[in-house]
């Protein structure tokens, strides 16, 4: 019975509006049929292959709309509230899920390492990790995919600038968590594109939080 009500939030996680995803990325992260016998689950990797299709990235991009001071501008400034505020318990949904669930969090990891580096890595790759490095118990092997991932080009200044970029809403609950951690590992990598990361992880936390505290992290 919980493999169909899984099936059946899996098919609605890829039709439901905004305000529904928070509620069943919860279900999925808690009630997700564990592998048994120490096997590989199916199950599993269907769920982290849709939670990459999250609509989890920057919202940069509509700044302007939001500033033209029209209706548009009005409704728009409306739904990035809105879609800040799910992706915020999303997110918060998300890391609580990864903290106990070393199923997901050991396919999520192999999902993104598996990826080669000519392909495409969504913007929620980079939320899902920030969210699983929220753990500490995960953080080494998520700062060895990023190291690993900068190093080949599959991440990149951009990319991350693209995921992360005017959702600091949403980023608040990953800032002393995770993010903060993961940009000093990346700036003190050995490798120029590692490091490289690690400075524009940097800046956009510097961007997205004014708190003259906040930037003092």
């Not at 070393?102 to 495409?120: F, Q, V």
């Not at 990023?146 to 990953?174: C, D, P, Y």
């Amino acid at each position: 019975q919980m493999e169909d009500a899984t099936r059946d939030a899996l098919e609605a996680l890829a039709n439901v509006e905004q305000w529904g995803l928070p509620a069943l990325t919860g279900f999925l992260m808690n009630h997700c049929p564990y592998a048994g016998g120490g096997g590989k689950s199916s199950m599993a990797r269907d769920v982290i292959e849709e939670m990459r299709k999250l609509p989890l990235l920057g919202d940069g991009s509509n700044a302007a709309d939001a500033d033209d001071g029209g209706d548009r501008g009005k409704d728009n400034n409306i739904n990035n509230n809105a879609s800040s505020a799910s992706s915020c318990l999303m997110v918060e949904s998300l890391s609580r899920g990864f903290a106990h669930r070393s199923d997901l969090t050991s396919t999520l990891l192999k999902s993104i390492k598996d990826t080669p580096s000519t392909g495409y890595h969504p913007p929620a790759d980079i939320w899902l990790l920030a969210c699983c490095a929220s753990a500490p118990h995960n953080r080494p092997k998520v700062k060895s995919i990023f190291k690993s991932k900068a190093s080949n080009g599959g991440f990149t200044s951009q990319l991350l600038r693209q995921s992360l970029s005017g959702n600091g809403v949403a980023l608040t609950s990953l800032f002393g968590a995770s993010l903060c951690d993961l940009a000093d590992g990346l700036l003190r990598s050995s490798d120029g594109a590692g490091s490289e990361l690690g400075v524009t992880l940097y800046e956009i936390l510097f961007e997205e939080f004014k708190e003259p505290m906040q930037r003092q992290e």
